[in-house]
């Protein structure tokens, strides 16, 4: 089995910062793509930013120069690091990966459980 565990989130003042985490763990063999997705009650879902395995970097347009995406392979984790957040940064944020477990290779799409960041004076 694996699951995806993520940390980090909570309030902090307009201008401030955060950092989450998303650590996979369990039968992983290797892991393609980390992203981080975030959900206000009432909207869809919407992609904040991805990275490749090799490191490729995409972001929203809404918080490119204020985001940084991050991986460690050795460790299976993904980092956000949030800057300069605004109260529209408010959401549950969510991580997701695709990656293939150890033999049989199973490919498995996976979400985190989500985290909340709430950004207000």
């Known amino acids: 089995q694996v699951q995806l565990v993520e940390s980090g989130g909570g309030l902090v003042q307009p201008g401030g910062s955060l950092r989450l985490s998303c650590e996979a763990s369990?039968?992983?063999?290797?892991?393609?793509?980390m992203g981080w997705y975030r959900q206000v009650p009432g909207k869809e879902r919407e992609l904040v930013a991805v990275?490749?395995?090799?490191?490729?970097?995409n972001y929203a347009e809404s918080v490119k120069d204020r985001f940084t995406i991050s991986r460690d392979n050795t460790i299976y984790t993904a980092y956000l690091q949030m800057d300069s957040l605004k109260p529209e940064d408010t959401a549950t944020y969510y991580c997701?990966?695709?990656?293939?477990?150890?033999?049989?290779?199973?490919?498995?799409?996976?979400w985190g459980q989500g985290t909340l960041v709430a950004v207000s004076s």
């Open positions: 997701n990966t695709d990656l293939y477990s150890t033999p049989p290779y199973k490919y498995l799409e996976l």
């Open positions: 990275i490749t395995h090799g490191g490729t970097t």
């Open positions: 369990g039968s992983i063999f290797s892991i393609n793509k």
